[in-house]
C-alpha cells in the first residue's frame, strides 16, 4: 500500500517568513495529492491539491509542487500570519479512493 | 451550500457498549469516506462507499460496521467498545473522485 513521509513533524517561524514542508510517497500509481490543515480537535481543511498532470499550482500565499519522478511533493507558504498556526496533513492516493496521510506538521508561526 | 453533517458531536460509551455514528454527505456527493483519528495522530482510513455499496475497506476492526442508506447518508456501527476506540471519527464526502470534504467529527470516548 501506500506510504507517505512527512516532514519536519513540528516547523515554528516568525509572523512573515516562509514555511516549507515536503512530503515523499512511494506508490508510483498515486495521482492526486491533497494538503489539509487541522486546528486542535476540528475537521482537517483542504487548502490546496495537486494532481499528477501538473507540477506546480498556487493560491494566493500557498502553493504546491509535485515531483513525480522523485515521489515527492511540498507546501509552500508565504508571508506566514499567526492565524496559519496549525497541524498541516499531506496525502497521496488514487482519485477517488481513501486517503493516505502523512504523520502532520505542527506549524507555530509566532508574531 | 451545507457541509457534511455528523452526529452526534460528542458520545460517552462505557466498555463493551455499542455505539452508532451518523454522517450526511454533501448533497448530490456519490461517495463517503468514514476516518478514525487518535490523540496526537494522523486519520486512518476505516471503510467507504461509493453509490451506496462498499468501495473499499481499510484498518476496520471487526466489531466495526457501516452502510450507506438510499439517501446516501451512512451510518458507523460499532460494538463491544474498547478504550482505545477512543477518537474523533470523521466522515467526508466527494463527488465524482474529486476532493474529499471532511465533517466536523464525533467524539467518542470510552470509558
Known amino acids: 500500500g501506500e506510504n507517505v513521509e512527512q516532514h519536519p513533524s513540528t516547523l515554528s517561524v516568525q509572523e512573515g517568513d516562509s514555511a516549507v514542508i515536503k512530503c515523499t510517497y512511494s506508490?508510483?500509481?498515486?495521482?492526486?495529492f491533497p494538503w489539509y490543515k487541522q486546528e486542535l480537535g476540528k475537521r482537517p481543511q483542504l487548502i490546496i491539491d495537486?494532481?499528477?498532470?501538473?507540477g506546480e499550482k498556487k493560491d494566493q500565499r500557498i502553493a504546491v509542487t509535485l515531483n513525480k519522478t522523485a515521489k515527492h511533493f511540498s507546501l509552500h507558504i508565504t508571508e506566514t500570519q499567526p492565524e496559519d498556526s496549525a497541524v498541516y496533513f499531506c496525502?497521496?492516493?488514487?482519485?477517488?479512493?481513501?486517503?493516505?496521510f502523512g504523520k502532520g506538521t505542527s506549524l507555530l508561526v509566532t508574531p | 451550500a451545507a457541509g457534511v453533517i455528523q452526529s452526534p458531536r460528542h458520545l460517552i460509551k462505557e466498555k463493551r457498549e455499542t455505539a452508532t455514528l451518523k454522517c450526511y454527505p454533501i448533497?448530490?456527493?456519490?461517495?463517503v469516506y468514514w476516518y478514525q483519528q487518535g490523540p496526537g495522530q494522523d486519520p486512518q482510513f476505516l471503510i467507504s462507499?461509493?453509490?451506496?455499496?462498499?468501495?473499499d475497506k481499510g484498518s476496520i476492526p471487526d466489531r466495526f460496521s457501516a452502510q450507506q442508506f438510499s439517501d446516501y447518508h451512512s451510518e458507523l456501527n460499532m460494538s463491544s467498545l474498547e478504550l482505545g476506540d477512543s477518537a474523533l471519527y470523521f466522515c467526508?464526502?466527494?463527488?465524482?473522485?474529486?476532493?474529499?470534504?471532511f465533517g466536523p467529527g464525533t467524539r467518542l470516548t470510552v470509558t
Open positions: 462507499f461509493y453509490e451506496k455499496m462498499q468501495s
Open positions: 495537486i494532481r499528477s498532470n501538473v
Open positions: 448533497s448530490r456527493h456519490d461517495t
Open positions: 506508490d508510483s500509481a498515486s495521482n492526486y
Open positions: 496525502a497521496a492516493t488514487l482519485s477517488g479512493y481513501a486517503l493516505n
Open positions: 467526508a464526502s466527494s463527488y465524482d473522485r474529486s476532493e474529499q470534504y
